[in-house]
């Protein structure tokens, strides 16, 4: 794992000392991402500069460095992730005559380009990447990421430069930076919590789209073309289902599931699991057991509130594994404390508060490991949100109601306070009963009168009203469903998971883990999410997936032939902290202070009479806004933090890179 960062500059403006100074200073933004090497390749005829930091993973040697040149010289890459079959890759190359110098996936990659061409190369690949390779023939800059989006990267055009980066911070090192807020980003951002690709918080700076390669020519035009469509997936998928047994199916899914398990395991450094005793890391963790001669090690975070406390049930699945298990239990001031690191952590607006436990497990398990395996994808890929069942659920019986009779009952169920719903539920017996249920019944009112695309964004939206707090935004509106109705998909959960899969996925749970890890220089790999397991689950018909209101159906099944069901069947908690509870005691001095009205005003961006509104209805208890409060908090800190950052141009280097010069 590593950080990369670089540029083109068309009119070749710098020399070489200051190719290589500029490219350094980017790349020192990024020294968490790979804390064991630096360097950098500049080509001042071409205006070229790459920068590059390394964690060791796989060749722990010089002949690992990067930027790498391929043996003829063509291709320069930087590179950061994992390529899971680069044995086979290596094998073929070596039998068409290619000799390597070390035994690094990224000498692999770049060998391969030189043999098979860029776009044909990034087809064959198994695994998690973002990188960037300079074609020395054409002077083109390629920049591509993974199919499903697990390693990041951002560019932009400042001035006559095309620049990327890994990371956002990187870039805030380049001459010129301006760094201005984009106000529909903004909006996007305080109605999901992140900010969506291909946007950026920055105008004019993009995220490159999961699947996606960018081209850079000498015309100084980015082009920008998918190598891999997860709708060309879904599409061949509906059109060529899997027509099998129960059996049929779950034996297909296990083998895949085992062979990418035990791909993600070859590292040549410590490597571990997280595992929160729930299906999709329990199901992880067995296979690598499965797959290991000695006992796994894996780690688990706790917390004293009963609510949002997973530690107990995963220690019960590593004793049934046998795994060397490591747990660490967290106070909520421990937890509290990580609060002012986030902004740095996330340079860019995000407020997923599953954040906080996410950075303390990797704070932990880097400590013993140098690497962790992960479930995340699970939910995505084989249905397991909460929201799929109730969702199909919901949409089918609102179908049968006219629109006039959906509108009434929801202002029926508005009309009740989410307090009053809380007191009703307290009727149900506690093990079904659902958490925040008045929140929930005001949520299912939103959702009530609204069909297809409008369904899905009061489903996932945390603050819809977003466009209207935030002054001058709201004129390019597009929500995240508004290029794949519904009617394009065989029923309503493959249409949900469509969405989640392009959108939260990347944007929220992977962007959350991966700038969590690496801000402790911690590599997280996830197998469930190698796109052949991807491709299989969705020719699998939706009951493999749902089935009796059940998420997950065909997981649970292979979990349960290595862990007993009664150890992982319990309701699904998520990864957070409550916030809710944090607001209205031991952050409440803090938040104030940023949602004051002159704090907002200062800010210039906000309206700030419907949060001060919201936050003294969340501080007399009628409603709970923690979603809302949190994002709009998040923001404010963040602005805080970067309204004074400008390029450091002056920034001393820990130690001078290695720096390579094309000749």
């Known amino acids: 794992m590593c950080g990369i960062a670089g540029f083109v500059n068309s009119r070749r403006h710098f020399g070489p000392d200051e190719l290589s100074a500029i490219a350094s200073r980017m790349a020192d933004r990024l020294s968490h991402r790979g804390p064991d090497d630096r360097g950098v390749w500049i080509d001042a005829g071409s205006g070229v500069a790459f920068g590059h930091t390394r964690l060791a993973i796989i060749d722990l040697s010089p002949a690992g460095a990067q930027p790498m040149l391929s043996r003829c010289g063509r291709f320069v890459l930087s590179y950061n992730g994992e390529v899971y079959n680069a044995p086979e890759l290596r094998a073929e190359l070596e039998k068409a005559g290619h000799t390597f110098r070390g035994h690094s996936d990224t000498e692999v990659m770049v060998e391969g380009f030189a043999a098979w061409g860029l776009r044909a190369m990034v087809a064959r690949l198994i695994g998690m990447f973002a990188f960037a390779a300079w074609d020395r023939a054409t002077r083109t800059l390629t920049l591509g990421r993974d199919r499903l989006g697990i390693k990041p990267l951002y560019w932009g055009q400042i001035e006559s430069s095309l620049v990327f ?21 903004l909006a996007a951002f305080l109605r999901y919590g992140y900010v969506p690709t291909p946007m950026s918080i920055y105008r004019g700076v993009h995220k490159l789209a999961p699947g996606t390669l960018l081209e850079y020519g000498t015309d100084g035009a980015a082009r920008i073309a998918p190598y891999w469509s997860l709708g060309e997936v879904a599409e061949r998928a509906q059109a060529d289902p899997l027509d099998v047994a129960d059996g049929a199916a779950k034996e297909a899914v296990e083998s895949l599931l085992n062979d990418a398990v035990r791909r993600h395991m070859v590292a040549d450094v410590p490597l571990g699991m997280f595992l929160s005793g729930g299906i999709d890391s329990s199901i992880v963790a067995a296979l690598m057991q499965t797959n290991s001669v000695r006992p796994i090690r894996t780690f688990s975070i706790g917390f004293r509130e009963q609510a949002y406390d997973e530690a107990a049930h995963a220690k019960r699945v590593a004793s049934h594994l046998g795994t060397e298990h490591t747990e660490l239990y967290v106070t909520a ?18 407020a997923d508060s599953s954040q906080i436990p996410t950075y303390l497990v990797s704070e932990m398990t880097r400590r013993h490991v140098t690497v962790a395996l992960s479930g995340d994808g699970g939910d995505e890929v084989f249905a397991g949100y909460n929201r799929y069942g109730q969702g199909l659920a919901l949409a089918k019986a609102s179908r049968r109601m006219p629109g006039v009779v959906r509108s009434g009952l929801s202002a029926a169920i508005t009309s009740v306070p989410p307090g009053i719903w809380d007191r009703l539920f307290r009727t149900v017996p506690e093990r079904i009963r659902p958490r925040l249920a008045g929140e929930k019944m005001h949520k299912l009112a939103a959702v009530l009168p609204k069909d297809g695309v409008g369904f899905y964004e009061s489903l996932v939206a945390q603050g819809e009203d977003a466009d209207a707090l935030v002054l001058g935004a709201g004129k390019n509106r597009a929500g995240l469903g508004h290029d794949a109705p519904p009617d394009r998909f065989a029923d309503e959960v493959s249409w949900m998971q469509y969405l989640d899969t392009l959108h939260y996925l990347p944007d929220d749970i992977l962007t959350k883990v991966d700038r ?55 309701p699904k908690m998520g990864f957070g902290v409550p916030i809710d509870e944090w607001l209205r005691g031991p952050l409440k001095e803090w938040a104030g202070d940023l949602l004051s009205s002159s704090s907002l005003t200062r800010l210039g961006l906000l309206d700030p009479a419907p949060i001060a509104k919201r936050w003294d209805e969340h501080q007399a208890g009628g409603r709970n806004w923690q979603h809302f409060l949190w994002n709009v908090l998040v923001f404010a800190a963040w602005h805080d933090t970067y309204r004074t950052l400008r390029p450091a141009h002056s920034d001393r280097r820990a130690k001078m890179p290695r720096t390579e010069v094309a000749p």
Request: charged letters at 30%.
């Open 333 to 350: 001031a421990e937890a509290q404390a990580v609060i002012p690191k986030l902004q740095q952590i996330y340079d860019e607006p995000f």
């Open 165 to 185: 980066a890994s990371e956002l911070k990187a870039l805030m090192a380049f001459p010129g930076w301006e760094g201005e807020i984009d106000r529909d980003a």
């Open 516 to 570: 969590a890890s690496m801000a402790v220089s911690l590599e997280v790999r996830v197998p469930l999410l190698d796109h052949r397991l991807v491709e299989l689950s969705w020719r699998l018909p939706l009951k493999f997936k749902l089935r009796g209101g059940t998420g997950k159906w065909l997981l649970r099944q292979i979990a349960y032939k290595y862990v007993p069901k009664h150890l992982l069947e319990r």
